[in-house]
């Protein structure tokens, strides 16, 4: 086809050449022939082009019209020559791309209505197993074996203007929206917006889903003081801006939420009236050191209402809880070598300001992890915990856990953790966590 | 609430609105297609990438700092073919930038009109390993789809500059030019050792294999984006051994340590061989990726004597 293409464009080509003489004037210089022929040539390519186009367009018709019949090669453009004999294919529609479709062939499976389907979003299913052996008196201590979480993620362009992303969890016992939200991502002023319910962009942890943490759990902190699994998610609208500097990745975004958050186990935000809502405001700061290593800096701040006193009427809502976070990441991967090293050191400190009748609490709380991988598959990480306590400030919890993660392959995970946790009231708890994590369905995007 | 509105003014204010240079802005994911956008562009546009080509394209790292180049973008390429899956869309959705959203006018998918090899045939499943179910990724390692994409590229970049099109075509022709008399070299220095067998570690040179009439026998990988295992390593080594197979071409991003024991068994040689402009220092250009690559063989093969 190629071949031929040059074959009538050298003919034209030279039919312009003989041409040229006997038409044009003696003024005009071999420049101007030139320009013409260069013009012809365009021409001929434009026409190519659109031809090209309509043939495939009309493969693609009589493709989909052949419907369940055997299949038959219906060669995609471009990908003639790795295709033959290939199942039947259907050209995307244009404007699929737009609405984060594929592009180029498809593979049609059972018949011409099929072709709706390459609007269905991107699905995956991500399962969470997790084990524990050895003692934790704990009441939300993990069971001997569980399903922990099923995680179902639908994501997919709405319009030219926005795209909307959902995670649907599944607990042993109950269903939840994790997240579900709309992205406008083309708004004016650079201000990325999202509507919906999400996990608030409070630190790092809170940010994150629990198939991508480096831990089987999350920290002591995150239980005590931030709403513990569930976290800082909630119903809201969040928008995000970039902040113009020479100097370094800035980021500013502002949360407004319903004012509910937090996990049975682990309360933080109680909304009992409409103007009980809750703020978050965080900014992160975030500068290359190298092309192999990188430093991200946040800080983060969270106000709502409690869940002191809900029964009495009197005082009730009168109780703010307010929380100061400072999160750091160093990251290391030397880019020639990065599917094989890696280190992630991180660590964040939460500040808890929680009124209740009893006065107000002050407490606080840090981890500090590493993560090094250690060979393709291979990863080692450490976790030092500590936190007070959100209603009682003199209470505090420590603890540490050593992790060892393998990774059969981009969609699989098998981790282990030793962790001891030295519990204010209570005996400590040593344990021996592990976890399978297995992911099914489109290809999400890796963890940053 | 009316702290929330508060907030709303306070960042709608913060927000000024970006100026458009003179200069088209591009981005290409890869040095590649930088490499052939500056080609076709020229002075008119400033060209910046985000992979290395010493870097594995399957995983890079979504850095902020990345975002900021896309904020500026007017123009995006992507290899596409599902390449850059992990880490491109979540860039693109942060980029704040509508000119550049995939299927906007500013996002040009380069692998649209190339020859695209290995699109996987029956069911796929992932038991293949990390398969690219729209075709192998690495097409721009043959330069007829080094024309085709700077033929992309010049029709895009006419359509943000109208005035320039003269320009951009006339760059064009010259690069055609230029890589068919280059063609013509590679090809005729490479006949001679043509079906020379060879076995790779990641499926990257399907297109270059084609082009120059390499033989390529097996892989490293037992499967895409798999770790070498140890019986794959064994009967990898048993047939190059049966069909005297001496070559193990290696990405620079992988680990060596299982090639140059296969090497050391088969008595072949290991060669690094960049799939990428910018995979060693000296491939700077488009050019230089196949006058490197093609040396690099032809040295091996001499010194080899591999069939």
């Known amino acids: 086809m190629v071949r031929a293409a040059r074959y009538v464009s050298a003919a034209v080509a030279a039919g312009a050449l003989l041409l040229g003489p006997s038409t044009a004037s003696a003024q005009e210089t071999p420049q101007a022939l030139r320009q013409e022929i260069d013009q012809l040539r365009r021409d001929f390519e434009a026409l190519k082009q659109q031809y090209g186009d309509r043939l495939t367009a009309l493969e693609a018709k009589l493709a989909a019209a052949e419907g369940a019949a055997p299949a038959t090669p219906a060669p995609a453009p471009g990908a003639a020559a790795g295709a033959q004999g290939a199942p039947q294919t259907v050209q995307v529609p244009a404007g699929a791309a737009g609405a984060g479709g594929p592009s180029g062939a498809l593979p049609v499976y059972g018949g011409a209505v099929t072709g709706s389907k390459i609007f269905n979003p991107d699905i995956a299913v991500i399962g969470d197993f997790l084990g524990a052996v050895g003692s934790n008196s704990a009441p939300d201590a993990p069971r001997s074996l569980e399903l922990h979480e099923s995680e179902a993620a639908f994501q997919a362009v709405v319009d030219p203007y926005a795209r909307a992303d959902f995670f649907i969890s599944f607990g042993e016992h109950d269903v939840t929206v994790e997240e579900g939200y709309l992205t406008l991502t083309s708004l004016p002023g650079g201000l990325l917006t999202k509507v919906g319910k999400m996990r608030a962009a409070f630190g790092k942890v809170n940010t994150l889903h629990n198939h991508v943490l480096p831990w089987t759990d999350r920290p002591l902190v995150t239980h005590n003081l931030v709403g513990g699994e569930d976290g800082i998610s909630d119903a809201g609208i969040s928008v995000a801006r970039l902040i113009p500097n020479k100097w370094i990745f800035l980021e500013a975004t502002g949360q407004v939420f319903r004012g509910d958050s937090g996990d049975a186990a682990s309360p933080l935000f109680t909304a009992v009236s409409r103007d009980e809502v809750s703020y978050v405001g965080h900014l992160r700061g975030y500068q290359d050191i190298s092309e192999s290593s990188n430093i991200d800096l946040g800080v983060s701040f969270a106000r709502g209402h409690n869940d002191a006193e809900l029964g009495n009427d009197d005082v009730r809502g009168n109780f703010i809880t307010q929380l100061y976070g400072v999160d750091a990441t160093f990251r290391w991967r030397p880019l020639q070598r990065s599917i094989y090293r890696s280190f992630v050191g991180r660590t964040e400190w939460i500040w808890s300001r929680r009124d209740q009748l009893s006065g107000l609490q002050k407490s606080t709380g840090y981890y500090v992890s590493g993560d090094y991988q250690f060979g393709r598959r291979w990863f080692v990480g450490a976790r030092l915990d500590a936190s007070d306590r959100a209603t009682d400030a003199s209470l505090r919890d420590t603890g540490g856990s050593l992790v060892l993660t393998y990774w059969p392959s981009e969609f699989s995970q098998v981790r282990g953790q030793y962790r001891r946790t030295n519990y204010a009231l209570g005996d400590p708890a040593n344990e021996f966590l592990f976890q399978f994590q297995f992911s099914i369905g489109a290809h999400g995007a890796h963890p940053f | ?307």
């Open chain 2, 1 to 307: 609430m009316k702290r929330i509105i508060l907030l709303f003014i306070a960042l709608a204010l913060a927000a000024a609105p970006a100026r458009a240079q003179s200069k088209l802005t591009v981005v290409a994911t890869t040095e590649d297609l930088a490499a052939i956008a500056r080609e076709v562009g020229g002075d008119r546009i400033s060209v910046d990438s985000i992979a290395k080509g010493y870097q594995d394209p399957h995983f890079v790292e979504a850095k902020p700092s990345f975002i900021l180049k896309l904020t500026r973008a007017d123009l995006l390429i992507v290899v596409g073919r599902e390449l850059e899956i992990g880490w491109l869309p979540p860039l693109i959705q942060q980029s704040r930038n509508g000119k550049i959203q995939v299927g906007a006018e500013g996002y040009l998918d380069a692998s649209l009109h190339a020859e695209i090899l290995e699109v996987p045939q029956g069911e796929i499943t992932r038991a293949m390993g990390d398969v690219h179910p729209l075709g192998n990724p690495h097409y721009w390692l043959d330069p007829e789809n080094g024309k085709r994409i700077a033929k992309d590229i010049a029709d895009k970049l006419s359509q943000f500059r109208p005035n320039d099109r003269p320009t951009f075509e006339q760059r064009l022709a010259d690069f055609t030019t230029r890589i068919d008399a280059a063609e013509r070299r590679w090809t005729a220095d490479m006949a001679p050792y043509k079906g020379v067998k060879v076995v790779t570690y990641h499926r990257s040179f399907p297109n270059f294999a084609k082009r120059f009439g390499l033989d390529i026998e097996g892989y490293v990988e037992p499967r895409p984006g798999i770790p070498p295992t140890p019986q794959h390593t064994l009967d990898l080594i048993n047939e190059m051994k049966r069909q005297n197979i001496k070559l193990v071409l290696v990405e620079p991003y992988f680990d060596l340590k299982t090639p140059n024991a296969i090497a050391r068994e088969t008595g072949g040689q290991v060669l690094v061989m960049p799939p990428s402009v910018g995979g060693v220092k000296e491939v700077s250009d488009y050019f230089k990726l196949f006058d490197y690559d093609i040396k690099l063989l032809i040295d091996a093969i001499k010194k080899t004597g591999a069939k």
